[in-house]
């Protein structure tokens, strides 16, 4: 007479391999993942509220303790994830895409426009040009020059903060000049955190430009600059061991290359808001 089979039970676990990876398991948990093998604690009510709460509130505790880490101890979060400190933090990849995500939210709204093409337009001979293409598209599709300068800097203010996401790479790459004896992903991992401070800086900028009008302003542009220069200033002594002179013009070549890779950003979105500008208009 066959035994009769029994089917596997929450309670009584009759399979004793783990669930995620089949490895044999030997415990509670599963030694090669983590996984742990569900039981009716798992399915209860209560556990699955406490288990929320503590996600949350761990979460929340995280990224505290992340952004003051950030904004008051440059380097710190490069330093603590190279050296296998990672849990205490917000990922670096994860904090840069969230951070870029409420900045170019907070940026690529309708009416906000911090590049306006007319400065082009009034001084440099090129400029004339466009402006003419500007005033002659305008007329064929029966709205005012104005109109369409609008949706031309809406356009480049939206290229060019997408665009953006090409800073990690080159600041990454700028990094690896003045520090070559590196892994280029140490320099990723040093880029994602100091590109993440200046974005919560323009984030915070937001505000100021939402009380005063959204306007590129030279002094605004300065400000960052220097408080960049600060920033790689005290974070650079504690990723890459140097101190002093050294560090400070190895901040100011980072801060410089920085600031050219992103002027050639701005001529390759004009261009780029020009074709849809005027492809949309045609």
């Not at 089949?22 to 039981?39: M, R, S």
């Not at 556990?47 to 505790?61: A, K, P, Q, R, V």
């Not at 940026?107 to 009034?122: K, M, N, Q, S, W």
């Not at 100091?194 to 939402?210: E, H, M, N």
Request: charged share 15%.
């Amino acid at each position: 007479m066959e035994t009769p089979v029994t089917a596997p039970s929450l309670h009584q676990p009759a399979v004793q391999n783990c669930p995620e990876c089949e490895t044999p398991l030997t415990g509670k948990y599963c030694h090669a993942c983590g996984e742990k093998p569900p039981d009716s604690h798992d399915l209860s009510l209560k556990h699955f509220i406490e288990h929320g709460i503590h996600e949350l509130t761990h979460f929340d505790s995280k990224i505290f303790r992340t952004l003051k880490t950030l904004i008051f101890a440059p380097g710190a979060l490069t330093a603590d994830y190279l050296a296998g400190r990672k849990k205490r933090y917000v990922p670096p990849l994860r904090l840069f895409l969230v951070i870029f995500a409420i900045s170019f939210f907070l940026y690529t709204r309708p009416g906000v426009a911090l590049y306006d093409v007319r400065f082009i337009t009034t001084a440099t001979a090129q400029g004339k040009g466009l402006d003419k293409k500007l005033e002659q598209t305008a007329a064929k599709q029966h709205i005012t020059k104005e109109a369409l300068y609008e949706k031309l800097n809406e356009h480049w203010q939206h290229d060019l903060t997408l665009f953006q996401l090409g800073d990690v790479f080159f600041f990454a790459v700028f990094l690896a000049v003045v520090n070559w004896r590196r892994y280029f992903v140490e320099h990723l991992i040093f880029s994602l955190h100091t590109l993440s401070f200046a974005f919560l800086y323009g984030c915070v900028i937001w505000f100021y430009y939402l009380r005063f009008g959204f306007r590129q302003d030279a002094a605004l542009v300065g400000i960052f600059a220097v408080v960049l220069l600060v920033y790689l200033w005290r974070a650079l002594p504690r990723v890459y061991a140097m101190s002093g002179w050294g560090a400070l013009l190895r901040a100011l070549f980072l801060v410089v290359g920085l600031e050219a890779a992103r002027g050639i950003f701005m001529s390759f979105t004009l261009i780029v808001a020009m074709m849809q500008t005027f492809g949309l208009a045609g």
